[in-house]
């Protein structure tokens, strides 16, 4: 069984259905709205539950459920560049949203692109090109894959029970904190020696690789975008890198499967991670828009160089937590406590 599978009209009248409602009134007024919502990875639903990163992830069975929703209500599944045709259109009419995924992973390949596919409906791959490149250290998957595999790690020489899902899961969420502070990749590469990890072997196991996306550009409802070289929080790049970093990944690109990504999303995306300097430098670079993980929706012709993101959370599967996104509502929340 899964948790949600109440469809809208079962939300009830409680806050949520209250600011649901708010949002829907609120908006229709104004003209067209559209909504980009971003995710990483997806998962059938019964690996879902074991895995010790799941947040990470989306519920196959809940995102088919949400498309075929999306599908019943209106609302028309678009590119980017559809997006920005139909905010600067800015007829009332309109109600489009866009499904990104960034990084890409081996199951955009496997699970998103054909689920999407099947609703006959396009998706954006934003691609850090550093993964198919295999030079990007995916420690966040290594770590959740031994998690997953392993009743017993050893981190920092220590032995750590992790024998049900409730321990892998708190042990991944402790793990991860602690590596960012001191260095993730470094700290990566000693556990998996720790550990007798092979980690060029993992890495082929969950990165998506350039055979797979010479093939997905080939789809029609495919648009692929750039997603930086090395996954580099933008903001904290000295000028010259940061340009280097923006231009590297759109030559890749290139070089690779023959695609002129014009689009952009920014690593991390928040408030920290991108600012005006960056805005400018995506344009610079030669892209047409970028993406951030800023939330909100658009409403009308806006900057396309700091378009609001919403971000899809694993843990939320009920198409109510996705209606506040689609009706600006998340957005709010968010401004009052701070998360933006
Ligand atoms: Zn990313």
């Known amino acids: 069984m899964h948790r949600n599978t109440a469809m809208l009209s079962h939300v009830g009248s409680g806050p949520m259905e209250f600011l649901r409602r708010l949002g829907s009134s609120a908006t229709t007024l104004l003209g067209s709205r559209g909504c980009l919502l971003t995710f990483h990875r997806v998962a059938p639903a019964s690996a879902w539950k074991s895995l010790p990163n799941r947040n990470f992830y989306i519920d196959l069975d809940f ?13 028309k599944v678009v590119t ?93 969420a402790r793990i991860e904190k602690e590596w960012d502070q001191i260095g993730a990749a470094a700290s990566y590469a000693r556990f998996c020696a720790q550990n007798g990890i092979d980690a060029e072997e993992v890495h082929w196991r969950h990165a998506i690789s350039w055979r797979m996306l010479d093939e ?6 495919v648009e692929i975008g750039a997603h930086g070289a090395t996954h580099a929080r933008i903001s904290t790049l000295p000028l010259n890198a940061a340009m280097s970093d923006l231009r590297a990944c759109r030559e890749r690109l290139m070089q690779k499967i023959r695609v002129s990504a014009d689009h952009f999303a920014f690593p991390y995306g928040r408030s920290g991670d991108c600012g005006t300097r960056d805005f400018e430098l995506v344009r610079e670079a030669g892209f047409s828009s970028a ?20 971000t899809l959370n694993g843990g939320h599967r009920s198409l109510a937590a996705v209606e506040l996104h689609l009706n600006g509502v998340a957005s709010v929340a968010a401004r009052v406590l701070g998360r933006v």
């Open 216 to 221: 997905l550009r080939r789809d029609p409802l």
């Open 80 to 172: 980017i560049e559809e997006a920005l045709q139909l905010a600067n259109r800015n007829d009332p009419n309109d109600r489009y949203v866009n499904f990104s995924v960034d990084d890409c992973y081996r199951d955009t390949y496997e699970l998103a692109v054909p689920l999407f596919r099947r609703h006959g409906v396009p998706i954006t791959l934003f691609v850090t090109t550093g993964i198919p490149d295999g030079i990007v250290p995916m420690w966040w998957a290594g770590l959740e894959d031994a998690l997953l595999h392993r009743d017993e790690v050893i981190v920092d020489g220590r032995a750590l029970r992790v024998d049900t899902p409730a321990a892998k899961r708190k042990a991944y």
């Open 63 to 75: 995102f088919d459920r949400l498309l075929t929703y999306l599908g019943r209500t209106g609302w």
């Open 291 to 310: 993406a951030t993980t800023r939330k909100g929706i658009i409403l009308g012709p806006r900057d396309p160089f700091q378009l609001p993101r919403n």
